[in-house]
Structures are given as structure tokens and as C-alpha cells.
């Protein structure tokens, strides 16, 4: 409990009006989106909230026509899941050791970490940078990028976690004869399960609906993630809101899936309410 | 610790699989990251060659859209075995890719569709064309204009068309509904949009939020400019005077103030498109727009029922000029892949091929034996001006400043109500700061 | 137990993160002192501090600045505020609770470009939802065309900010609300402490860091912002919603490498000057644990 009445909160009508409340303001303009990826040309130039007086699927079918889907599905997959498992991994492990070892070097790295949330990445400068290492216009390159962004946010976000994870933890694995590698994975990455279901969210989500990189650093649009390529081939209807519309759900729905599967972590996180100080 | 040690294992497992992928992706790209170009020419230079090589093509994708482009290439590759890889980046974002790739010395495609610019050349490193076999095929008065663009006279690239008309495009429908002729003086036209604008139709649709409709009305409205003051460009090139020091300029701006206080341009100039306004003219609610020959193809593909004309803006006496802007071309990049480009830009410019094209995309003809019948409603109404001598060449392509987005910003100003000496002097401030960071002598 | 905690660890996330993050910013540092543009038929000279000159002379780049503190003000302010309510609120046992906490956080998976096309339906003159909403509750006289109108586009604009990234602060203001020790709040009940009293004594001492972290990330954020600026307005009308970020965007595509470079090295020591001390009085009020 959180200081709010004791007498059962389901009982305060107005309690539940707000949430709902705020729940239609965020629900809203999706639901709006849907509903117009389905209208007819002529309905769907009045962007309203009425129901579609017919479903016309076929605006879907349209898009997926048109560009190649499935190849840039498969490029943002890929360039994703490396990204997030590069930076969950070393992220964690970094942040890990930082925080134990405190000392002056230490800290010193760990605000060059932080130094990386407002430091300004420009294009041209990570091309030429890209090309010196000689994987521009690579996979790995784009990657590269993806891991090297998204680092500082998660050694931020996991220091705040670990230092929440008593040393002591530490030191009786160590008497039980850990190794610091087995330190690490079987003691201290399980608990960071809550920041670690956050931060895979975060990075994935920055990963697959990134646009600037891919455009920059991909040469040729069969290398493109998705929602750089539906952009691309729907810039050219941009009054044809149906299929604006039917463009921006199947960009959204990969991410919403992953996070409705990922939430669940998330939250289960939250109650078991991190390691109490 | 079984869970973490479940979950470990599908991320070890995931990345293995990603890994897979990845290693696949590179192998297939390791070709286009390693060479200079970025192609994967195979074929070997000019004589070796019957392997059939694949050129790319940056292209921005409105103009890979235009009707003829994927038809040729398309025959192209029946007719020789070598494939043209068109690479289309979306047109908003076109100049910053390119601008970008240039600045970091990165791989460049290798034929360049772009505007005819004077700077084109030097910034692609462009292959120099003038003693190909078609360039004596060139009209006399097209070939002045493309080598009138480089200081030793030479030719850069392949022009696709040849030139551009800017200004207005006008709904016949709505002028004949209303018994409205084309008007000449600033009266007749004013005259014309009351009319016009008593109907419950918009006179005039200014899109500000797409940025480049807006200085379409300065360039249409410049050569009338020029009529009177022919110096007026080298002037502003040299730095002797500013634009809020040409009368006619300031005229301009003021002449589009009053025109905003009488109402002839629509209500939401902010949050106005490209697209809405061609939306909005094919319906018969907008009358007239400000735009270039690029419209043709859009119209053509939206709205082939539309009935538009060009005509030129007005003037004080009546006696209008229009604006003749460059046509697009194709560059070589020059490397390894340039003679397998000029062997295809030889291709495009054989009578056959251009005959093909010009049904597909009846433009201005470039070439002296083309025959174009069923030119666009809005070239033939500029051949009507162009025999009559009332053409100016566009003005940004001889002013030194390089156009930047802003300064369609800037401009907007007058569509917006900002008075017209505060948008000139935003206006002065913006291209003097751009040419000093170009470095342009006497800025 | 140093031993424990060996270097090699920290080595994996350095590799990628100097070789690439720091590197490319330190070359666009060295770029800020250059006069390098794309169309300039010169080669690029090193021309010191001569950006920052011009740069401090330029009445956009006031302007811009003006327009990005105004934002991240106001957006840090009401970010804060409603994720510290909500997450109050969505800390507290009720039936359906998990499906409020993941509704409210939805809105930060999409892609800002995604969100602002979409609030570029909803914010349209005539028909847009939000006019519409207005109408239907009877406020219809208050509508707006809010992206096209001076007065209001700034507004709009940082109400979209809200909108889509109040969810992440939720989460990050709830996790930390998992820290509070009930006995505590028990004891304060026992003492008879009202709901705003023990908010005020117990809860908000303990979630302070997060409520901290709120605030120091939305203003690295705010002063940061650009997509969902060039998303909806490119800085217009004219340049009144012009921020930082759009300038350096609008700058690079000049062709300015040098300038914008500059504008980016000036945008990174304004937010440094500005959180660094934020972050040690928000700080120096954090309940020792």
C-alpha cells in the first residue's frame, strides 16, 4: 500500500473514472488509426471515429503489394535481436562491475557511459567512422551503431538496479566458490530480471523503429527495416489516408507484440518489487 | 536458478540464429560494402564487354515514379542482359542522403538522377559527356543552356527532357464555368480571382507545410522581374545590392500581402501539402496553383480527367514571361563503372529508345530528331510562350546561394501575414549568412 | 574482492561504445571548428570559434533556444506530475490493474514519427479529432487549428511529448515505489497520518531517485527533441516551433557540416551547464538509505 485509504479502492468510483479517463486519451488516437486502415477511400478523408461502413481489407494487401514486407521484416529482425542481445549482455556486464568496484577509474567510466545520453551522434561524422572500420553499409555496421547507442541508457539504467543488490549476495557465492564469470550469470543477471525485461523492450523498440540509420547507413533499399520502407512507398499517397492508416498498423504491430509479451516480465518485475534495500 | 538459466539459453539460442542471418546479410553485401562504387559490376571496361554488368542509380522516388523510367530500364535489360538497379530514396529526404553521402566521402551510386545544376558536377565527381556521339543530336538552344552551366563549356550529364516550365497550373473547368478568360495584367487577374473567389472557390492554394511550393510563386513570378531589371541576379550574385534593395521584389512581397488581406489564398497555408493541393485543384476547389512541369506526372497518374492549363503570372503591362527551369539528367559517377554507364546513357539517347520514352513521358523534346506528339497540357502551353520568345531561364539555377529549406520557411512569411519588409529582411539575412558559409567572394 | 568484479567485464560495452559513439563525436566536435560545406567549391579551413560567432549572432538560433526551453519546461513539468499521480494510483491494489499498467505505457513502443503522423490527423483544423472531442463536450468554441497556429503550435506540439512518453516515466516512478518498505507505511498509519502526510513523509522520500531520474531524463530529452518536431510542424509556421534539434537538422542539409556541428556542440554543453547541477540539488534532498 502506498498511502492511499485503506478501505478498498474499488469502492471510489471517481478513482476509476480517471484511470479510464486517461486510458481512452492514450488508447484513442490507435484506435482511431485502425479503424480508418479500413475505410474506403472517400470515408477515410474524414479522419472520425465512426465505424467503417464497409472493411475494406484490401488496403492492406496493398501495401504488402507494394513494397517488399517480408525481406525488410527479416532485416529488422535480424539487425534487433543482435542489438538487444549485444546490449543486454554488455550492458549488464559493465554496469555490474562499475558499480562494485567504485572506485575513481570506475566512476570515471561510468560517466563517459552517461556522457553518451546527451552527446551529440551526427551522420556524417559515424559515416566516415563506419567506413574507417570498414563495415559501412554492413549488417554489422548498422548494428554496431544500434549497440553503441543504446549502451549508455542501459548502464543507467541497470547501476540504478544493481545498487540495490547487497554485496553480501556477492560474497556468499564467492565463499560457495563462484568464479566471477559464474558470479555474474548465476547469481546477479537473474535478479536483474525486471530492468533487463525494461531495457530489451527499450532497445528493441529504438532498433526496429529506428529510420535515420537505416536511411543513412544502409546503401540500397533491400536492406531497409520496415518502417523506413512502408514510409518510403507510402510517401507517395500521403492523401490516400486509408492506406496511411493500414501503413502505420503493420509498422506499430510487430513492436506491440513484442511488448505485450514482454510486459508481463515487466510488471511481474515491478510486484515482486526489486530487491528491497 | 533454472528460469534464468531457461532464458539464458533463448538469448544465446536467438543470437546464434541472428548470427546466422548476419553472416548470410554480409556475405551477399560483401560486394557492395568493399568496392568504391558500390555496384557489383562484373563486366570488364568498355571493349572486354559482353558479361553483363548491373549499374545502380540513386533516384528520388517521385521521379522514379514518373511514367518511362522502370519501362526503359526494364528494356534495357531485355535488350542487353544489363540491369539498372534503381535505388529510390523518398524525395523529402533526397538532397540529405545525398548531401550526406557526398560529405563523407562514401559510396556514391553510379548514375546520379538529379537536377541539372551547376554544382552537380563537381560535387558527384561527375564523367564528362561533351564528345559523346548524341550530343550533336542536341537542339542548338537546349545544348546553350546545359553548357552555359559550366565555366568551360562542357556537358555533364544526359537531360531527360528538355527544360522544366514553372507557374501557374489552372483548372480550365472553373475559368470556363466562370466565363473567366486567362488574364495578363495584375487588374485582370484580380479582377479574375474575385470572381473566382465569390463562387466559394479558393484561388490560389499555397501548401507551406511541404516547403517547396512556396518559392514556386517567387520563381514564377522573377522573369516578369527580370523583364524590368535584367541585372538583377548578377547583382544579387556579386553582392552589390540586397533583395530588399530591388524594387521589384518588394513590390512582389507587398503585391502578395494585398493579395492575402483580399482573401485569394487559402485559410490553412501552414498545414497545406503538395498532395492536398493537387487533390484540391482536381476537384474544382482550388483554382489555381503555383508549380513546376513536375506536377504533369502526379496529375496524369491521380486525377487524368483533369482538364489544366499553364499560364504566366501578370504583370503591370500585361507582357508575361515564364520560367524555363532545367531539366533533370542523369550523371555518371566517374570510376570504374563510368564507361558501362555511358554505354547505357548511349542506349537512352538512340533515336528508338527516346521515340519509346517520349510516349511514355511526352516532355520538351532534348534531341533534335525527336518528334513528341501529345506533349502535356502544360508544355504545350509553353511552347506557345517559348516561340513568342517570353521565357526567362530559371533563376535559382544562375543565383550563386545555394536554396535551402528554410528559406522556403522565410517566404512563407508573406502567405502567413508577416509584413512584407520584415520577410524581406529575413529573407536578405538568410541568403547572405548561406553565402558566407559558402564562402562566396564579396559576402 | 576486486577480483571478482575483473575489468574484462566493462571491455565488451567500451569496444562498440568508443570505437563508434565517442568516436563519431569527437569528430563532429573537430567538425564545429572547420568551415567545411557541402557546396562550397573551397576546401574546408580551420576557422576556430568563427561558428559560435556567427552562430550567437543568428536571431534563429535565440529564437530556438527560446522555443527548446519553453518545451522542455513544460514537458518535464506535466511528465513528471502525471506519471507521479498515475503511478500512485496504479501502485494500489484494484481488479484490472496490470491492464491499466500496460495501456499507459503503449503509446512510448511507437515510433515518434509514427506519432506524429497520426497527430497530424488528430489535430487538423476542421474534422480533427481533438476539435471534435472539443465540440462534443460543448467547448467547441475552443477550437483550434493547433499546429498551424502560431499561439498554439509550440503547445500542441509539446503535448504530444507528454502524451507519448508520461508511460515511461509511470514505469519508471512505479519501480521505484516498490522500495518502500510497508512497515513504514504502517507505522504512519498507526500514528494516524493522513494520505497526503504519509505521501509526504514516507512514500515520496523513497521514490525521490526515481522521481529524480524522471526529471533529469525528460530534460536531456526536451532539450534533445526533434522528432516529433519534424514530425508534425518542421519548426513552422515559419519558425515557431523552431528547436534546437530542427536547426541542426535544417543546418546539416544546408550543406553546413561545420555549423551545425557547432549548433550541436553548443546544444550539448547548454544541457551539461543545465542538468549537472540539477542532478546534484536533486541530489543533495535524497534520503540517505
Known sequence: MNGLSVKPVAKYAGFYAVLIVMTVIVLVPFVLVLLNSVKDL??????????????????????????DIWGSLKNGILESVVSVAAVVLFSSMASFAIIRRDTGGYKFLFNLFVIGLIAPFAIVPAMKVLQFWHISGTYIGIIAVFVSTNIPFSVFLYAGFIKGIPRELDESAVLDGARPLTLFFRVVFPLLQPVIATSTVLVFMNCWNDFTFNLYFMPNAGMWNMPLTIFSFMSMYSTSWNLVCADIILTILPILIVYLLAQKYIIAGMTSGAVKG | MRPAGKKLLL????????????????????GGAASPSGSAASGATADGGNKPFTLTMGISTSNANKPGLKEMVQLYHEQTGNTIEIQAIDDKQWDNVLNARVASGGELWDIIWDKYRWENQIKFKAAELTNEPWVSRINDSVL?????????????????????????????????DLGISIPKTIAEFEAAADKIKAAGITPIYIAAKDGFPVVQVLSSFIPNMEKTNPTMIDDLNANKKKWSEIPEFMDWLKLMQSWREKGYFNKDVATGT?????KLLAEGKVAMLFQGEWIVADLKNKYPDLDYGLMAPPSKDGDNYIDQDNPDAMYAVDGPNAEHAKEFFRWWTSKETLDKYGQLNPLLPVFKDQEIDNLNPMAKDAQVYAKAGKTKGHWNNRYLVTYTNDMNNVLAGIFLGTPAEKVAQMWDDFCISQGKQQKLPNF | MKKYYPFYFVVPALVPYIGIYIAAVLFGFGLALTDWNVYSMSPSQFVG????????????????LRHTAIFTLVTAVLKTVFALLLALMLNAKFPGRNFFRAAFFVPCVVSTLVVGYIFNFLYQADGGLVNQALTWIGLGSLAQDWLGDPRFALFSVSMIDVWQWTGFSIVIILAGLQSVPKELIEAAKIDGAGAFR??????????????NICIILSLIGGFKVFDVVMATTQGGPGFDTEVLGTMIFKSTNGGSLGYSGALALVQFLIITVITLPTLTALRQKEVEL
Open chain 1, 42 to 67: 472517400a470515408e477515410s478523408s474524414v479522419v472520425s471515429l465512426t465505424w467503417p461502413k464497409k472493411f475494406i481489407w484490401s488496403n492492406y494487401s496493398k501495401v504488402f503489394s507494394a513494397a
Open chain 2, 11 to 30: 538469448l544465446a539460442l536467438l543470437t546464434a540464429m541472428a548470427c546466422g542471418f548476419a553472416a548470410c546479410g554480409s556475405k551477399d553485401d560483401a
Open chain 2, 144 to 176: 546553350a543552356t546545359l553548357k552555359g552551366y559550366s565555366p568551360e563549356g562542357k556537358l555533364w550529364a544526359v537531360p531527360y527532357a528538355g527544360s522544366q516550365t514553372i507557374g501557374i497550373v489552372y483548372n480550365k473547368k472553373v475559368f470556363s
Open chain 2, 274 to 278: 503538395y498532395e492536398n493541393s493537387q
Open chain 3, 49 to 64: 570559434l568563427g561558428n559560435f560567432k556567427m552562430l550567437f549572432q543568428n536571431w534563429q538560433f535565440g529564437l530556438a
Open chain 3, 198 to 211: 504519509t505521501f509526504q513523509n514516507v512514500t515520496f522520500q523513497f521514490v525521490r531517485p526515481s522521481v
